[in-house]
């Protein structure tokens, strides 16, 4: 028998609805899908964290204690980045040993725990203050196809997390590039090698996912990974109800009532329905060059989206192309949080800015200079030289460097007068500052889910970056719109009204923004003094920091963004005389 985890709650909706799904639209299912007899339940961890606060203007924490509530049988499970939790850098070690037992207080049961560059120093300390508070552990290994990355370098991989106490090994095939031979390969040489059970875990991205599955019960795979249909396929995981069906009368069947898993399915169908809408047409079919590019099924609908953002969209081939040159360059990290990102973002510059690391972003550079762990293969040295010039990269576990962070952070948030008032609303502030901060100020703005194909609303998200201008279509013309809001004064919307309007043409000693996305910090001030390549400001888009610099050598004449106002490629930033 072959046992199935359930990923509806997380990883589907991640991958193909960019993590949209609201609480309210999971609970009146729970009670069903908790008889069913699944492993476990996916429903947290990933990018449903940033999301839950970032779009839909929802506690991640409240959403967790929801499920536990009416998920009494089923053991829940969550995705963990390592020393990174659910953020996109490495966090110091207290902050790791507070947020991981919050986790199972909350009602995490299981927790599958990696590194995006396999790095194990990048895992232990999470893998142990798991299994010091109860937890069962999956240690992942992050699959991927590079000429570094063999079955060899994998089960020595995962026989060292056994070693460390891992209750599983899971196979992570984010990008769902596993073929059927290559599962049935690394899952038999794994059985061989481990006394703990293996789980795989793969995207339908290629269209092989339910072969592979197939081909990994007959090496001896333990447990699938598998999505109810309405939200599988494409990007997403394999469907459950025909794989069940598949595995039906064979050695592998895991014994689930088809019935009872039809008539869930109906009631996620609805539920797509409602965000249908927002169901890009990359994410819902097969695509074989995901086999050459790699990007996993969560990127593949944020990437696209980011690009339609930045105005940009018909240079998304170009994007895809320039990808997999980026990842060689850089030594060839899996695709995942937040490689993914560090390598998708630099791709996309790349591309926008018509030169090759022209620009590059923050986390490129802590990447190059080893902040992110050790990469599979060594950077090319003429990237390198480019992006860190004669900086020595660390060769130390990058946490090594951090100082404890809890203290700082517990006064960050007194000072700002942000209103938390458990541990749990702390350690959010410590992974996403910016965003948190407009959360727990109430400066997230609702907005409607697109309407449906019927004409009708559908529903409502909550997201900080509501756009302010359309492009309108009557009678076949176009029509450039744009809306000003009308909205409760605010400490930013003071802000805004100190700032001077930003001008129609571009000045001379101006400084544009590389891409659409959110200053989030500011280093200059109008009369301050500038050096020619000096950090005036920092952009956080897709999710990563790029620092802006200057390209004249004076004095800040006028500044005309403020911190946490969403700008577009090529505005002015501000202007140096």
């Avoid at 590194?115 to 290994?141: C, F, T």
Wanted: charged share 25%; proline share 6%; aromatic share 8%.
């Amino acid at each position: 028998m072959v046992k199935i985890t359930d990923t509806t709650l997380r990883d589907a909706h991640q991958s193909l609805i960019a993590t949209r799904l609201r609480t309210e639209d999971m609970l009146p299912i729970l009670e069903k899908m908790d008889e069913v007899g699944f492993y476990s339940l996916e429903c947290w961890g990933g990018a449903t964290f940033d999301a839950a606060m970032r779009y839909l203007c929802e506690d991640p924490w409240d959403r967790l204690r929801k499920i536990r509530e009416r998920v009494q049988k089923t053991p829940l499970q969550m995705l963990l980045r390592g020393q990174n939790l659910l953020g996109y850098r490495h966090y110091s070690d207290d902050i790791v040993k507070r947020f991981i037992p919050l986790c199972v207080k909350n009602g995490i049961d299981i927790i599958r725990i990696f590194d995006a560059l396999n790095d194990i120093r990048n895992m232990e300390l999470a893998i142990k203050v798991a299994k010091d508070v109860g937890a069962i552990v999956q240690g992942a290994i992050c699959y991927t196809i590079s000429p570094v990355h063999t079955i060899e370098s994998f089960v020595e991989l995962a026989v060292k997390l056994e070693e460390l106490g891992c209750d599983v090994i899971c196979i992570k095939d984010m990008s769902g590039i596993i073929s059927p031979q290559a599962a049935y390969d690394l899952v038999l040489a794994l059985k061989r090698s481990l006394r703990v059970p293996v789980h795989l875990h793969t995207h339908s991205t290629s269209g092989m996912g339910m072969v592979s599955y197939y081909a990994a019960c007959q090496a001896g795979v333990d447990i699938i990974d598998c999505a109810f249909s309405p939200f599988a396929g494409g990007t997403s995981q394999p469907p459950l109800e025909p794989m069940v069906a598949c595995l039906k009368g064979t050695p592998y069947d895991p014994g689930f009532d088809l019935e009872k898993l039809i008539e869930i399915g109906y009631y996620w169908l609805k539920v797509r329905e409602k965000y249908q809408a927002l169901i890009t047409p990359v994410a819902e079919r097969p695509d074989v060059s995901v086999l050459i590019h790699q990007i996993p099924g969560g990127m593949i609908t944020n990437l696209y989206s980011q690009l339609k953002e930045q105005r940009a969209v018909d240079r998304y081939r170009e994007v895809l192309e320039e990808v997999p040159r980026v990842r060689e360059d850089l030594g060839y990290p899996p695709l995942v949080t937040p490689t993914s990102q560090i390598v998708g973002t630099q791709a996309v510059l790349n591309v926008l800015m018509g030169e090759r690391y022209k620009k590059v972003t923050e986390e490129v550079k802590r990447y190059c200079l080893g902040y992110y762990g050790r990469p599979p293969a060594p950077i090319k040295e003429e990237v390198l030289k480019k992006v860190i010039g004669d900086e020595k990269p660390i060769d130390v576990r990058p946490a090594d460097l951090l100082e404890p962070e809890w203290e700082k952070i517990v006064q960050e948030v007194q000072e700002l007068g942000l209103a938390v008032d458990s541990e749990e609303d702390i350690l959010t502030y410590a992974m996403y500052p910016q965003i948190a901060a407009k959360f727990f100020r109430c400066e997230l703005v609702p907005e409607e889910i697109p309407a449906s194909t019927s004409g009708e609303k559908v529903g409502t998200v909550a997201v900080n970056n509501v756009p302010d201008e359309f492009v309108v279509t009557v009678d076949g013309e176009e029509f450039h719109v744009k809306v000003r809001p009308v909205l409760s004064v605010t400490r930013v919307e003071e802000e805004k009204r100190e700032t001077p309007v930003r001008p129609r043409e571009i000045p001379r000693g101006a400084i544009t923004s590389p891409m659409q996305g959110m200053i989030v910090a500011l280093k200059k001030k109008v009369g301050d003094r500038v050096q020619k390549g000096e950090t005036v400001a920092v952009l956080e888009a897709m999710k990563m920091q790029t620092e802006i610099h200057s390209d004249f050598e004076g004095v800040v004449k006028e500044i005309y963004v403020y911190e946490t106002e969403i700008v577009d490629f090529g505005d002015v930033i501000m202007v140096v005389e």
